[in-house]
């Protein structure tokens, strides 16, 4: 007879959909950082946009570096450019022994211009 769970089977730990602590932790401080700045202002809580308030944030030495750094990674797409990918495009093809009897070619007309300028 087995004992434990059956194959498949999940018994304890946290329910699917369930958020982990960090996550929470996480939500909790920006919640905190909402009251606070619209306790900050009174009924003119934040004009701003939301990068001006990412912004803030990712300024504020108050806040959590945890928080700091989830607000710096949302805003720096709206300061600083992407790279754009480029698509390079290659036409003809160059066997090996074609590129070594240009190199041959190249050289032997190198070296024939430097002979006739001694």
Do not use: C
């Given at each position: ?76 797409g709206y300061e600083k450019p992407r790279l754009a990918s480029v ?25 024939a211009v430097q002979i006739r300028e001694e």
């Amino acid at each position: 007879m087995r004992g434990g769970s059956k194959p498949g089977e999940r018994r304890g730990g946290r329910q699917r959909g369930t958020k982990n602590k960090r996550t929470v932790e996480r939500e909790r401080a920006l919640i905190d950082a909402a009251v606070k700045i619209a306790g900050a202002l009174g009924s003119e809580a934040f004009q701003g946009d939301a990068h001006a308030f990412l912004v803030w944030i990712y300024k504020d030495a108050a806040q959590p570096i945890e928080l700091r750094i989830e607000a710096a990674k949302a805003a720096i797409g709206y300061e600083k450019p992407r790279l754009a990918s480029v698509e390079g495009k290659v036409e003809g093809t160059l066997s090996l022994e074609k590129l070594v009897m240009e190199s041959i070619a190249l050289h032997e007309q190198r070296s024939a211009v430097q002979i006739r300028e001694e």
